[in-house]
């Protein structure tokens, strides 16, 4: 487990509203990863940005994560929607699949990816 000052940073927690996403160039297992960090219902949640039904970013084709309803993430490809919460996909294609979670923290007005798996990127 990570401690505190090996979380990498994501945003100040204003800037993330409910029903938006910010996205976090990281590195993932040693592997160059974009990462979905969104608020839904007041918590935030991180998941690798790769839809379960092709390997593309959730958003690929719209920088929209959420669909037009607001409950439901959703692939700009595809429309392959998730539950925000558990990254789990309702849509028939990939019933049951989930998106890969990332442990994400909020803490003290920020927002934090504290995930054993993720390494800041280095330019």
């Known amino acids: 487990m990570k401690t505190p000052e090996?979380?990498?940073?994501?945003c100040p927690s204003d800037a993330l509203i409910d029903r938006r996403h910010?996205?976090?160039e990281v590195l993932y297992d040693n592997q160059p990863e974009s990462i979905i960090?969104?608020?839904f219902e007041g918590q935030c949640y991180a998941y690798i940005n790769r839809c379960v039904h092709m390997p593309k970013r959730?958003?690929?084709?719209?920088?929209?994560?959420?669909d037009l309803s607001g409950k439901?993430?959703?692939c700009s490809m595809h429309g392959i929607i998730y539950t925000p919460d558990?990254?789990?996909?309702?849509?028939?294609?990939?019933?049951g699949?989930?998106?890969?979670?990332?442990?994400?923290?909020?803490?003290?007005g920020m927002i934090y990816l504290n995930d054993k798996h993720i390494h800041e990127l280095t330019k």
Not at 59 to 66: A, L, M, Y
Not at 98 to 104: G, M, P, R, S, W
Request: aromatic share 6%.
């Open 6 to 10: 090996q979380w990498i940073k994501v």
């Open 22 to 24: 910010i996205i976090k």
């Open 37 to 39: 960090i969104c608020r």
């Open 58 to 66: 959730l958003n690929c084709e719209h920088d929209i994560i959420f």
């Open 72 to 74: 439901f993430l959703r």
């Open 86 to 95: 558990t990254g789990t996909s309702q849509s028939t294609m990939c019933n």
């Open 97 to 108: 699949e989930q998106l890969k979670a990332v442990k994400v923290t909020e803490k003290e």
